[in-house]
């Protein structure tokens, strides 16, 4: 029985729900729980419900089976119904992923893909329930092979035109760089063995150095375990550009950037504490030219452009012509003439170090 209500016009209404098309008998009474119900009449009627499913077309992809390499595929088409499509899912291998609200009948949405075996289908609901499901697609989704090296550029430091190496007198450097993966990314970077921060594609890591030649490699890794491989020679000579000349009180044996050498006569200490060494060193150690004038007693030591001349047992020296007081004088022992070896160097332009026992003359080239 199906209960209505009259309205304010005298009209009834209430709600007949069929499955299908069909002849329906409807009798009209009237009256309510506390009256016997009056007759008013009866009708056949016929009711069709809808029962007509949407109808999908898919327009993207347009074949039935696609190959691709890229991870998303997009699903487009149109969808239309009789009375209106309610929703659209589209299903990869049985799992929803995608609810689409169709516009103007028109729908699409980026579909992700898993590596192997992708079939879609697209469902569609009308407002009444009515399912209509696509003919499957079927997207066959291989990853692409990363099987490329990551690129490694060298910017620092910079070997210098028409050489194959770079020198330095540090005793360590600091290799910068970039690098560079196309595929899956750069995962790693090492430089000689150690690993190096990366940031924005660019790399730093200071290098101790022995020394000589020290070969540097940098090896980047990519998450596909593709490895890329550079490399720089750093030659680290602590004397490039330097004059360093060692030597000792009381010992013959000196050196002369690295390379020992050995006096005629050893340099001592005198009585007012300064380093005496014999002329000759003078000469062949600092590369200096060096004269004696037997008449005047003097000896005259020449540089690029500096001359200094001292008088046996004299005190004043001449220094570029200018007089100059020193607390030491040149003296002759033993038929060996001696010099103040700071008062020379420091004119010549050395600078002296003290390291007991070892006294270290530094002079740029």
């Not at 150095?209 to 890329?228: C, F, H, K, P, R």
Request: charged content about 20%.
């Amino acid at each position: 029985m199906i209960v209505g209500v009259l309205n304010e016009e005298g009209i009834f209404a209430g709600v007949i729900r069929a499955n299908a098309v069909s002849l329906i008998d409807i009798e009209v009474s009237r009256g309510d729980i506390d009256t016997a119900y009056e007759h008013l009449f009866e009708k056949r009627v016929a009711i069709a419900m809808d029962v007509e499913p949407p109808v999908i077309q898919i327009t993207e992809p347009a074949e039935a089976e696609v190959d691709t390499i890229d991870g998303v595929i997009r699903v487009a088409g149109t969808v239309t119904d009789n009375v209106g499509v309610d929703s659209v899912i589209i299903i990869v291998n049985g799992v929803p992923v995608k609810s689409v609200v169709p516009v103007a009948g028109f729908f699409a949405a980026n579909v992700e893909l898993e590596p192997g075996t992708n079939t879609i289908v697209v469902r569609a609901v009308d407002v009444n329930g009515n399912e209509a499901q696509s003919d499957p697609i079927v997207v066959n989704y291989s990853e692409p092979v990363d099987d490329v090296a990551p690129e490694i550029t060298i910017i620092e430091p910079v070997i210098p035109e028409g050489m194959l190496v770079y020198e330095t007198s540090e005793d360590y450097v600091v290799v910068k760089g970039t690098v560079y993966d196309e595929g899956t990314g750069v995962k790693a970077v090492y430089v000689a063995g150690e690993p190096a921060d990366i940031i924005g594609g660019t790399f730093s890591k200071r290098v101790e150095l022995t020394e000589g030649s020290n070969v540097i490699e940098v090896v980047a890794i990519d998450y596909a375990g593709n490895i890329g491989r550079a490399e720089i020679t750093v030659v680290y000579d602590p004397y490039l550009g330097k004059l360093v000349i060692e030597l000792s009180p009381g010992s013959q044996f000196y050196k002369v950037n690295g390379e020992t050498r050995i006096m005629d006569v050893a340099p001592f200490i005198n009585e007012a504490g300064r380093t005496m060494v014999p002329v000759r060193f003078v000469a062949e150690a600092m590369g200096l030219s060096v004269q004696w004038n037997a008449e005047t007693r003097q000896v005259i030591i020449t540089g690029e452009d500096t001359e200094i001349i001292l008088t046996i047992d004299s005190n004043i020296a001449l220094v570029d012509g200018v007089p100059v007081s020193m607390d030491s004088k040149a003296i002759i022992v033993n038929g060996r003439t001696f010099v103040p070896l700071r008062f020379v160097a420091e004119a010549m332009g050395f600078e002296v170090q003290w390291d007991a026992p070892v006294v270290r003359l530094i002079k740029e080239l």
